[in-house]
């Protein structure tokens, strides 16, 4: 179990979703994952529903805006970036190829937050929290336990993250090849993949741990979601499998092996 305090920066520290039927996202998400929520509302319209395990934050959902539903706009898990000073690194997206899409404001007390584009396309969100540095529980089921930037030409966007976040490029040999993360502090937080779909936008992508991925595979597809990548093993990582929620939001599961 880890437990966690304070996110470095450079490392994802929360992720919440934006859904057009909050309610029955997290009916689905309680039912695949435990998942208990306290209910923040920020306005009369806008309720953040915190998602908890065993008492320990792991996520949010929320209302996708009226206008990203009637625009269309497929909802998606978003991922935050933990930084020590938001504006310093606000300055740094546009010389590093990005675009900030929502300047640097204050959450209710919970933070500050940037929406931005890396140089390629892909969203994702700055944040730097007050009393909530991010999730409060990480690596176990029903916490997130990894993340990977999705992006036929991901190769471009490495350079931005060491230059705006201060990450390290870390090159891992795999069978046929090498894996490229991002190293924090010495750990790894994070990963580059081809996507499945050459014509999908770039977006950055949630793994979630689960205690049996196709025990969890079985629940979801009984819940509406529907099986995008069929599970697989990976020596040493696990069992994973890609999903999209009843309302299209595309994610990971991901059984880890028993720990020795």
Do not use: C
Request: aromatic fraction near 10%; charged fraction near 20%.
């Amino acid at each position: 179990m880890t437990k966690m305090e304070k996110f470095a920066q450079g490392a994802p520290a929360w992720v919440d979703l934006q859904s057009p039927d909050q309610e029955a996202s997290k009916r689905f998400y309680a039912e695949l994952f435990g998942w208990e929520y306290q209910d923040n509302p920020m306005s009369p319209e806008y309720v953040y529903s915190m998602a908890s395990v065993g008492g320990s934050a792991v996520a949010a959902i929320a209302p996708q805006a009226t206008e990203a539903v009637n625009a269309g706009i497929t909802t998606a898990w978003n991922t935050y970036f933990s930084v020590d000073d938001i504006e310093a690194v606000v300055e740094k997206v546009a010389p590093a190829g990005g675009r900030v899409l929502m300047a640097a404001d204050d959450v209710e007390g919970f933070g500050r937050m940037a929406l931005i584009e890396d140089s390629i396309g892909a969203p994702l969100t700055l944040w730097q929290g007050k009393s909530l540095t991010g999730a409060e529980l990480i690596n176990e089921p029903g916490s997130f336990i990894w993340h990977e930037l999705a992006a036929g030409n991901w190769e471009h966007a490495v350079p931005f993250y060491i230059d705006v976040l201060g990450a390290e490029k870390a090159e891992v040999p795999m069978e046929g090849g090498s894996f490229t993360m991002l190293r924090v502090d010495g750990q790894y937080v994070a990963g580059f993949r081809d996507q499945e779909d050459e014509n999908s936008t770039p977006r950055w992508e949630v793994y979630f741990g689960i205690a049996d991925t196709d025990a969890g595979i079985a629940t979801a597809r009984a819940s509406g979601a529907k099986l995008l990548v069929e599970p697989f093993d990976v020596e040493g990582i696990g069992r994973m499998a890609m999903l999209s929620d009843p309302q299209g939001a595309v994610f990971w599961i991901l059984q880890e092996p028993p720990a020795e």
